[in-house]
């Protein structure tokens, strides 16, 4: 079983930046690949970005060039650095981990196992 718990979210003015860690207990895969999906109220969960253990990264179109995502695996700790933030982006962020995939894969949810309980992040205009 993975644990994922995440942080860095919080409150934040249209045009600032936020990161967000997620902290993974142990990876179950010896491939895997690791995602940052987000759900606003009352819409569906979205994949914002994800990378395998490649390195391959894959972001919606909506984040490109302004969010970045990283990991750290001496840390089994995955990031993202958010910047130029816009409301729209007011979310709650999940860390998600699953077996490698390809690309096509890499933002979908329903392809991920294990998920972290969340962290908000609220951006004022």
């Known amino acids: 079983q993975v644990q994922l718990v995440e942080s860095g979210g919080g409150s934040v003015q249209s045009g600032g930046s936020l990161r967000l860690s997620c902290a993974a207990s142990?990876?179950?895969?010896?491939?895997?690949?690791m995602g940052w999906f987000r759900q606003a109220p009352g819409k569906e969960r979205e994949g914002v970005a994800a990378?395998?253990?490649?390195?391959?990264?894959r972001y919606a179109d909506s984040v490109k060039g302004r969010f970045a995502i990283s990991q750290d695996n001496a840390k089994n700790t995955l990031y993202l650095q958010m910047n130029s933030l816009k409301p729209e982006d007011t979310a709650m962020y999940y860390c998600a981990a699953g077996p490698q995939a390809g690309w096509w894969l890499l933002l979908r949810k329903t392809w991920y196992k294990y998920w972290g309980q969340g962290t908000q992040v609220t951006v004022s205009s």
């Open positions: 142990r990876y179950t895969y010896s491939s895997y690949c």
């Open positions: 990378i395998d253990s490649d390195g391959t990264t």
